[in-house]
T-cell receptor, first 114, second 111 residues
Framework: ETGVTQSPTHLIKTRGQQVTLRCSSQSGHNTVSWYQQALGQGPQFIFQ???????GRGNFPPRFSGLQFPNYSSELNVNALELDDSALYLC?????????????FGPGTRLTVL | KQEVTQIPAALSVPEGENLVLNCSFT??????LQWFRQDPGKGLTSLLL?????REQTSGRLNASLDKSSGRSTLYIAASQPGDSATYLC??????????FGSGTQLTVLP
């Protein structure tokens, strides 16, 4: 069974640029959630995708957008990068149909905005 | 809006000691409560998940409890080892299955 994978591992961008982060779900999972974790803080929920549709969104501006593909992999896009966007971005997959709802996290993408 | 608090923010104990990490949440309409471990600069590893209908879960030296009426969960670690050093995060899940995290407890187990 393949776990959750994310790419790239690290990324450096400058303010105002755009970035795309990618996530491959664990096999058999149809739900992907994205989180932002600033240094020393717990992860903050960005949004969730279930069967290619957005299924909930946290308190993040519209310049944070996402996609989920038919194979349930996902992308997080951030436009007009700001310095405060520097963080570890985590994706998590789960089987929405199961009551256990355990979310399995990937290793994260470290984004640095200069 | 669910808010999750973890106390203490940091904890240092000698090897072999039993310890308890605390987590409190404001909304008792919680779907489940999950404990994670995070090593520096890494992703999250799920340790235990407690469904809202359950009171506790055990895995090896770890035991997690959930008291919805008081809005509290605890993670008990028995016979701590240096390899247990990490940040421990608790997270509550509502019906939307999005997780609300605390800021974590950074645990250091001294040899």
């Amino acid at each position: 069974e393949t776990g959750v994978t994310q790419s790239p591992t690290h990324l450096i961008k400058t303010r105002g640029q755009q970035v795309t982060l990618r996530c491959s779900s664990q096999s058999g999972h149809n739900t992907v959630s994205w989180y932002q974790q600033a240094l020393g803080q717990g992860p903050q929920f960005i949004f969730q995708y279930y069967r290619e549709e957005e299924n909930g969104r946290g308190n993040f501006p519209p310049r944070f957008s996402g996609l989920q593909f038919p194979n349930y992999s996902s992308e997080l896009n951030v436009n007009a990068l700001e310095l405060d966007d520097s963080a570890l971005y985590l994706c998590a997959s789960s089987q929405a149909a199961l009551s256990t709802d355990t979310q399995y996290f990937g290793p994260g993408t470290r984004l640095t905005v200069l | 809006k669910q808010e999750v608090t973890q106390i203490p923010a940091a904890l240092s104990v000698p090897e072999g000691e039993n310890l308890v990490l605390n987590c409190s949440f404001t909304d008792s309409a919680i779907y489940n409560l999950q404990w994670f471990r995070q090593d520096p600069g890494k992703g999250l590893t799920s340790l235990l998940l407690i469904q809202s209908s359950q009171r506790e879960q055990t895995s090896g030296r770890l035991n997690a409890s959930l008291d919805k009426s008081s809005g509290r969960s605890t993670l008990y670690i028995a016979a701590s080892q240096p390899g247990d050093s990490a940040t421990y995060l608790c997270a509550g899940s509502g019906s939307a299955r999005q997780l609300t995290f605390g800021s974590g407890t950074q645990l250091t187990v001294l040899p």
